[in-house]
Protein backbone atom coordinates (compact mmCIF):
# COMPACT_ATOMS: atom_id res chain seq x y z
CA UNK A 1 0.00 0.00 0.00
CA UNK A 2 1.33 3.32 -1.25
CA UNK A 3 -0.75 5.77 -1.30
CA UNK A 4 -2.64 7.63 1.93
CA UNK A 5 -5.77 7.16 0.65
CA UNK A 6 -5.52 3.72 0.09
CA UNK A 7 -3.32 2.98 3.22
CA UNK A 8 -6.16 5.08 5.52
CA UNK A 9 -8.91 2.38 3.67
CA UNK A 10 -7.15 -0.52 4.32
CA UNK A 11 -6.62 0.44 8.23
CA UNK A 12 -10.50 1.42 8.42
CA UNK A 13 -11.23 -2.29 6.57
CA UNK A 14 -8.84 -3.77 9.04
CA UNK A 15 -10.21 -2.31 11.82
CA UNK A 16 -13.58 -3.18 11.23
CA UNK A 17 -12.66 -6.97 11.37
CA UNK A 18 -11.31 -6.34 14.68
CA UNK A 19 -14.22 -5.56 17.33
CA UNK A 20 -11.58 -5.79 20.25
CA UNK A 21 -8.99 -3.19 18.71
CA UNK A 22 -5.54 -3.61 17.41
CA UNK A 23 -2.06 -2.73 18.41
CA UNK A 24 -0.14 -0.33 16.36
CA UNK A 25 2.30 -2.63 15.69
CA UNK A 26 0.35 -5.51 14.79
CA UNK A 27 -1.57 -3.18 11.85
CA UNK A 28 1.86 -1.60 10.51
CA UNK A 29 2.70 -5.64 10.15
CA UNK A 30 -0.36 -6.98 8.64
CA UNK A 31 -0.53 -4.12 6.15
CA UNK A 32 3.03 -3.69 5.17
CA UNK A 33 3.20 -0.14 6.03
CA UNK A 34 6.26 1.73 8.44
CA UNK A 35 4.75 2.21 11.50
CA UNK A 36 5.70 5.79 11.94
CA UNK A 37 3.04 6.22 8.99
CA UNK A 38 0.80 3.90 10.59
CA UNK A 39 0.79 6.28 13.75
CA UNK A 40 0.00 9.79 11.36
CA UNK A 41 -2.83 8.25 9.85
CA UNK A 42 -4.50 7.05 13.06
CA UNK A 43 -3.72 10.47 14.82
CA UNK A 44 -5.60 12.12 11.96
CA UNK A 45 -8.31 8.88 11.85
CA UNK A 46 -9.12 9.91 16.22
CA UNK A 47 -8.76 13.44 15.19
CA UNK A 48 -11.47 13.00 12.53
CA UNK A 49 -13.75 10.79 14.97
CA UNK A 50 -13.60 7.48 13.40
CA UNK A 51 -11.22 6.09 15.53
CA UNK A 52 -10.43 5.99 18.84
CA UNK A 53 -7.46 4.62 21.39
CA UNK A 54 -8.92 2.28 24.09
CA UNK A 55 -6.47 3.83 26.50
CA UNK A 56 -2.96 5.68 26.96
CA UNK A 57 -0.69 3.65 24.20
CA UNK A 58 -3.37 0.99 23.81
CA UNK A 59 -5.30 -0.63 20.73
CA UNK A 60 -6.95 1.22 18.35
CA UNK A 61 -10.92 0.48 17.50
CA UNK A 62 -13.08 2.07 15.05
CA UNK A 63 -15.97 4.65 16.62
CA UNK A 64 -19.88 4.51 15.74
CA UNK A 65 -19.24 7.28 13.08
CA UNK A 66 -18.53 5.10 10.00
CA UNK A 67 -21.68 2.97 11.38
CA UNK A 68 -23.84 5.83 11.63
CA UNK A 69 -22.73 6.87 7.81
CA UNK A 70 -24.00 3.48 6.43
CA UNK A 71 -27.21 3.22 8.30
CA UNK A 72 -27.56 6.90 7.02
CA UNK A 73 -26.71 5.89 3.56
CA UNK A 74 -28.90 2.82 3.13
CA UNK A 75 -31.93 5.64 5.24
CA UNK A 76 -31.54 7.79 2.03
CA UNK A 77 -31.81 4.34 -0.60
CA UNK A 78 -34.96 3.18 0.73
CA UNK A 79 -33.38 -0.34 0.46
CA UNK A 80 -34.78 -1.31 3.98
CA UNK A 81 -38.38 0.38 3.61
CA UNK A 82 -39.10 -1.81 0.52
CA UNK A 83 -37.42 -4.68 1.61
CA UNK A 84 -38.71 -4.92 5.25
CA UNK A 85 -42.33 -6.07 5.29
CA UNK A 86 -41.24 -8.76 2.95
CA UNK A 87 -38.23 -10.38 4.56
CA UNK A 88 -40.81 -10.39 7.36
CA UNK A 89 -43.24 -12.72 6.43
CA UNK A 90 -40.97 -14.30 4.28
CA UNK A 91 -39.15 -14.95 8.18
CA UNK A 92 -42.16 -15.57 9.34
CA UNK A 93 -43.48 -18.51 6.68
CA UNK A 94 -39.95 -20.38 7.07
CA UNK A 95 -39.17 -19.98 10.99
CA UNK A 96 -35.48 -18.73 9.88
CA UNK A 97 -33.31 -15.86 9.22
CA UNK A 98 -34.26 -13.94 6.15
CA UNK A 99 -31.39 -11.37 4.52
CA UNK A 100 -31.37 -8.97 1.40
CA UNK A 101 -28.08 -8.53 0.19
CA UNK A 102 -27.46 -6.03 -2.70
CA UNK A 103 -24.96 -5.94 -5.55
CA UNK A 104 -22.70 -2.86 -5.33
CA UNK A 105 -19.77 -3.14 -7.96
CA UNK A 106 -18.02 -6.39 -7.46
CA UNK A 107 -19.29 -6.97 -3.67
CA UNK A 108 -22.28 -8.35 -2.34
CA UNK A 109 -22.97 -6.80 0.96
CA UNK A 110 -25.80 -8.12 3.56
CA UNK A 111 -28.15 -5.10 4.50
CA UNK A 112 -31.05 -6.02 6.06
CA UNK A 113 -32.74 -9.10 7.49
CA UNK A 114 -35.66 -10.55 9.43
CA UNK A 115 -35.45 -13.47 12.32
CA UNK A 116 -38.49 -16.08 11.98
CA UNK A 117 -36.97 -18.36 14.55
CA UNK A 118 -38.87 -17.59 17.76
CA UNK A 119 -37.22 -20.17 20.09
CA UNK A 120 -34.40 -23.08 19.90
CA UNK A 121 -31.24 -22.59 17.76
CA UNK A 122 -30.81 -19.13 16.02
CA UNK A 123 -28.42 -18.24 13.46
CA UNK A 124 -27.96 -14.43 13.45
CA UNK A 125 -24.73 -13.08 12.02
CA UNK A 126 -23.33 -9.73 11.82
CA UNK A 127 -24.84 -7.83 9.31
CA UNK A 128 -22.92 -5.16 7.02
CA UNK A 129 -20.10 -8.33 5.77
CA UNK A 130 -19.64 -8.82 2.05
CA UNK A 131 -20.24 -12.52 1.41
CA UNK A 132 -17.87 -15.15 -0.11
CA UNK A 133 -18.75 -15.64 -3.76
CA UNK A 134 -17.60 -19.14 -3.50
CA UNK A 135 -19.32 -20.82 -0.35
CA UNK A 136 -22.54 -18.97 0.77
CA UNK A 137 -25.69 -19.37 -1.07
CA UNK A 138 -26.51 -15.21 -1.83
CA UNK A 139 -22.66 -15.39 -3.49
CA UNK A 140 -23.87 -18.67 -5.86
CA UNK A 141 -27.37 -17.01 -6.52
CA UNK A 142 -25.71 -13.87 -7.81
CA UNK A 143 -22.86 -15.93 -9.79
CA UNK A 144 -25.62 -17.95 -11.20
CA UNK A 145 -27.28 -15.50 -13.20
CA UNK A 146 -23.87 -14.49 -14.75
CA UNK A 147 -21.92 -16.01 -17.36
CA UNK A 148 -19.96 -19.22 -16.25
CA UNK A 149 -16.55 -17.09 -17.38
CA UNK A 150 -17.84 -13.99 -15.52
CA UNK A 151 -18.87 -15.57 -12.70
CA UNK A 152 -15.44 -17.53 -12.33
CA UNK A 153 -13.66 -14.29 -12.56
CA UNK A 154 -15.28 -13.01 -9.72
CA UNK A 155 -14.73 -15.98 -7.68
CA UNK A 156 -11.01 -15.84 -8.79
CA UNK A 157 -10.67 -12.16 -7.90
CA UNK A 158 -12.19 -13.12 -4.87
CA UNK A 159 -10.48 -16.16 -3.70
CA UNK A 160 -11.75 -19.42 -2.50
CA UNK A 161 -13.69 -19.75 0.77
CA UNK A 162 -11.75 -22.68 1.98
CA UNK A 163 -13.33 -25.71 3.94
CA UNK A 164 -10.68 -24.66 7.07
CA UNK A 165 -12.08 -20.93 7.16
CA UNK A 166 -15.88 -21.23 6.45
CA UNK A 167 -17.93 -24.55 6.35
CA UNK A 168 -16.40 -28.15 6.23
CA UNK A 169 -18.33 -28.17 2.43
CA UNK A 170 -16.61 -25.56 1.28
CA UNK A 171 -15.64 -26.03 -2.66
CA UNK A 172 -11.96 -26.50 -2.84
CA UNK A 173 -11.87 -25.68 -6.90
CA UNK A 174 -13.54 -23.05 -9.51
CA UNK A 175 -14.72 -26.96 -11.26
CA UNK A 176 -16.80 -27.43 -7.77
CA UNK A 177 -17.81 -23.79 -7.87
CA UNK A 178 -19.00 -24.57 -11.35
CA UNK A 179 -21.07 -27.65 -10.91
CA UNK A 180 -22.69 -25.56 -7.57
CA UNK A 181 -23.65 -22.69 -10.10
CA UNK A 182 -24.57 -24.90 -13.15
CA UNK A 183 -27.53 -27.11 -10.31
CA UNK A 184 -28.15 -23.29 -9.56
CA UNK A 185 -29.38 -22.64 -12.59
CA UNK A 186 -31.47 -25.54 -13.46
CA UNK A 187 -33.52 -25.53 -9.78
CA UNK A 188 -33.56 -21.71 -10.23
CA UNK A 189 -31.95 -21.08 -6.58
CA UNK A 190 -29.13 -21.79 -4.55
CA UNK A 191 -29.04 -24.60 -2.24
CA UNK A 192 -26.37 -24.84 0.30
CA UNK A 193 -25.26 -27.28 3.14
CA UNK A 194 -22.37 -26.73 5.51
CA UNK A 195 -20.41 -24.63 2.93
CA UNK A 196 -20.25 -21.35 4.44
CA UNK A 197 -20.37 -22.04 8.02
CA UNK A 198 -20.60 -25.31 10.13
CA UNK A 199 -23.88 -26.39 10.90
CA UNK A 200 -25.74 -23.97 8.26
CA UNK A 201 -27.89 -24.65 5.91
CA UNK A 202 -28.91 -21.83 3.45
CA UNK A 203 -31.19 -21.49 0.29
CA UNK A 204 -30.28 -17.69 -2.12
CA UNK A 205 -32.44 -16.45 -5.23
CA UNK A 206 -31.62 -13.37 -7.12
CA UNK A 207 -33.73 -10.17 -7.13
CA UNK A 208 -33.64 -8.74 -10.84
CA UNK A 209 -36.46 -7.95 -13.36
CA UNK A 210 -36.91 -9.66 -16.78
CA UNK A 211 -33.30 -9.58 -18.73
CA UNK A 212 -31.07 -7.78 -15.97
CA UNK A 213 -28.85 -8.73 -13.83
CA UNK A 214 -29.71 -9.17 -10.16
CA UNK A 215 -29.68 -6.18 -8.11
CA UNK A 216 -30.12 -8.14 -5.04
CA UNK A 217 -29.90 -11.58 -3.11
CA UNK A 218 -32.65 -13.15 -1.05
CA UNK A 219 -31.38 -15.63 1.32
CA UNK A 220 -33.23 -18.12 4.12
CA UNK A 221 -30.27 -19.90 6.23
CA UNK A 222 -31.25 -22.12 9.65
CA UNK A 223 -29.29 -24.81 11.49
CA UNK A 224 -28.71 -27.86 9.44
CA UNK A 225 -30.67 -29.92 12.04
CA UNK A 226 -34.12 -27.70 11.36
CA UNK A 227 -33.27 -26.39 7.90
CA UNK A 228 -32.91 -29.47 6.12
CA UNK A 229 -32.15 -30.51 2.50
CA UNK A 230 -36.32 -31.48 2.71
CA UNK A 231 -37.35 -28.22 4.18
CA UNK A 232 -35.45 -25.95 1.53
CA UNK A 233 -36.97 -27.59 -1.04
CA UNK A 234 -40.00 -26.90 0.19
CA UNK A 235 -39.77 -23.93 0.30
CA UNK A 236 -38.21 -22.85 -2.88
CA UNK A 237 -41.60 -21.28 -4.27
CA UNK A 238 -41.81 -19.41 -1.66
CA UNK A 239 -38.38 -17.84 -1.95
CA UNK A 240 -38.70 -17.70 -5.72
CA UNK A 241 -41.80 -15.66 -5.33
CA UNK A 242 -40.58 -12.96 -2.59
CA UNK A 243 -37.30 -12.59 -4.92
CA UNK A 244 -39.96 -11.69 -7.89
CA UNK A 245 -41.55 -9.29 -5.67
CA UNK A 246 -38.73 -7.65 -4.19
CA UNK A 247 -37.46 -7.18 -7.69
CA UNK A 248 -41.15 -5.55 -8.66
CA UNK A 249 -41.47 -3.06 -5.46
CA UNK A 250 -37.90 -2.34 -6.31
CA UNK A 251 -38.69 0.89 -8.36
CA UNK A 252 -39.13 2.49 -5.03
CA UNK A 253 -35.45 2.73 -4.18
CA UNK A 254 -33.15 5.16 -5.96
CA UNK A 255 -30.63 2.42 -5.08
CA UNK A 256 -31.81 -0.09 -6.84
CA UNK A 257 -33.13 2.06 -9.70
CA UNK A 258 -29.47 3.59 -10.33
CA UNK A 259 -28.54 -0.26 -11.04
CA UNK A 260 -31.48 -0.84 -13.36
CA UNK A 261 -30.55 1.61 -15.49
CA UNK A 262 -26.01 1.22 -15.26
CA UNK A 263 -25.15 0.34 -18.71
CA UNK A 264 -22.06 -1.60 -17.99
CA UNK A 265 -23.26 -4.72 -16.35
CA UNK A 266 -22.97 -7.57 -17.29
CA UNK A 267 -26.02 -9.60 -19.24
CA UNK A 268 -28.22 -11.76 -16.95
CA UNK A 269 -27.38 -15.61 -17.98
CA UNK A 270 -29.92 -16.94 -20.11
CA UNK A 271 -29.98 -20.96 -19.99
Known amino acids: MNGVLER ?11 GEGM ?15 VHRLLADLIRCGYVRQTRDHGDYV ?5 VSMGLSFLSNTGIVDVAQPLLDRLAAISGELVRLSVVDGERLT ?11 LRY ?8 RLSCSASGLAWLMALPDDAALALVSKQG ?19 DQLHAARARGYSLTQETFTAGLNAMAAPVCLNGQPPMGILTIAGPTVRFTEARMLALG ?18 FFNQRASAKDRQPIYAP
Open 237 to 254: DELQSFAAQLAAASGASP
Open 124 to 131: DPDMGNDA
Open 110 to 120: WVARAQGARQG
Open 8 to 18: TLGLLELLSAH
Open 160 to 178: LGLPADYGPNAPTSLQAVL
Open 62 to 66: LTTKL
Open 23 to 37: ELAAMADQLNIPRSA
